[in-house]
């Protein structure tokens, strides 16, 4: 059954069981995200925020609960739909940029389109228009270690927007970087956002937090305060 957010969790917990210790890192989280939201997720180390982000994106189950992505369960889904759907909906940033050392800012982006199916003669214009969209048209045949922290990044979110996702998602895509080109980061966010995709964004920095629509604050595996900024959504 779809009720129209596009991320809708109920009651997710995760248990880690590491020998004889056992971390509980989310505590019957409730949350929806509806369609363009623009979100940070803000709480100090070790409060669940990267488990929170994990299970969002699919890249980790929880232990207990029920996720809704785009209507969804992810817990019934088949491996390949599952795969398919994520593909499709979700685009990830994380603070270490995860970029291919040897391959270019071209071929990084091109390579999850590769994996799509999308054939050559689409892709160029594609990776093009990607990299246009986040400054780096003069940087498409530079390697990363040719790249400024930011510019890499930068080439992070064109490659995350292979495949059109309706989210991005963001681990401390700023925690490596100085505050100006963290700056340069959140400006690609909020133009991204303004053409309609949602963000959802780990961060550090009040200052970033601040700038986007809604703060949800975590502690110890739950939710302490969700919050709509007043300069937010209009
Ligand atoms: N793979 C894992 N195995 C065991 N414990 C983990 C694992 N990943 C995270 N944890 C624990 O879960 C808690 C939440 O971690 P995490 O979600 O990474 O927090 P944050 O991103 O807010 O710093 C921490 O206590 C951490 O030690
Ligand atoms: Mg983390």
Redesign the pocket.
Known sequence: MRNGNLVSLKGIS?I?N?GKVK?T?LDEINLDFGRGEFIAII???????????NIIGCLDTPSGGAYLLDGHSVAEMGIHQLAGIRNKKIGFIFQNFNLLPYATAYENVELPMIFAGLPGNHRKEKIMSNLAMVGLSDRADHKPTELSGGEMQRVAIARALANDPEVILA?EPTGNLDSRSGDEIIRVFENLNEQGRSIIT?THDMSIAKRCHRIIK?RD?IIESDTRNGNGVN
Do not use: E, N
């Open positions: 995760k880690y590491t971390v890192a709480g100090p180390s070790g409060s669940g925020k990267s488990t929170l982000m681990d780990i975590i595996g």
